[in-house]
């Protein structure tokens, strides 16, 4: 079973332009110090985006690409919580985004 596709949008700033009324649902905004994806951010995408819109049917796996703000402790932590196990594989970020 696949995750519905959530759009996140990373940046320096926010704009209310970016983020109208009738917004794709669950769009996720987050503004990061230089624009790029942050552990803090993922964090962030995972427990209040990933884990209000996956399968409550658990264990689950969840395959990640080989970026570095994916596998914090806190997010490790968090997976395990949920008893999600996390799979990094490495140099992936010249695949597609949806696998």
Known sequence: MGLKRLPTSY???LWDSWMPDQA???T???ATPNGW???EAFYAWFKNIFLKNCPAKRPLLVILD???THTSIPV???AISEK???LKLHHTQHMP???
Do not use: A, Q
């Open 28 to 30: 996720g905004y987050k």
């Open 24 to 26: 794709y649902p669950g």
């Open 84 to 86: 999600i196990t996390l």
């Open 76 to 78: 490790i932590d968090l």
């Open 97 to 99: 985004c949806n696998l």
């Open 66 to 68: 080989g970026h570095k």
């Open 11 to 13: 940046s320096k700033h």
């Open 37 to 39: 994806m942050t552990e």
